[in-house]
């Protein structure tokens, strides 16, 4: 695995072969889990959530799990801005190499709690029955329990924060 906070490149690649790659730094991991870090250069918009420049995002991926997400953090104050859920597969982490699989469907959790399901209108009609099961039970696994899920999340991101920057969590 390579070196905490030594730099890993997160490959996304879509159902269609498209693939885009995001320079990070590794906070945490091994084999089956890792955690990066990516600080955005410029303010975005995603899904009706502002993201101003220098939003901090947690990146969590695991081997065994049915999704990824993002946590964002406002740059000075530290608060959730929202947890971005990636419904994935073929997520392998290699020293410096951290790759997954993309199944279209998102679903964003705000801090007031309301989860909603994205995309599911841009799945191919003909699309494999096992990568809709795959997507299916990527749903269910944020969607039984999403306060839960984003609590673990949150209480692991405040823990990796001291890490990230030299600052009390």
Known sequence: MSSLLGPIVEVKRTLSGSEKRFECRLLAGGPRHAVVLWVSKLPMHVHGVDLPAGTVTFGYFWADRPYNVYHWLDPSSRHTLGFYFNISDSTRIQPGLLEWRDLVVDVIALPHGEARVLDEDELPADLDGELRRRIEVGK??????????????????????????????
């Open 140 to 169: 269910a696994a944020i969607l039984g329990d999403p306060a839960a899920l984003t609590g673990e999340i949150e209480a692991a991101s405040r823990a990796l924060h001291a890490l990230a920057f030299g600052e009390p969590p």
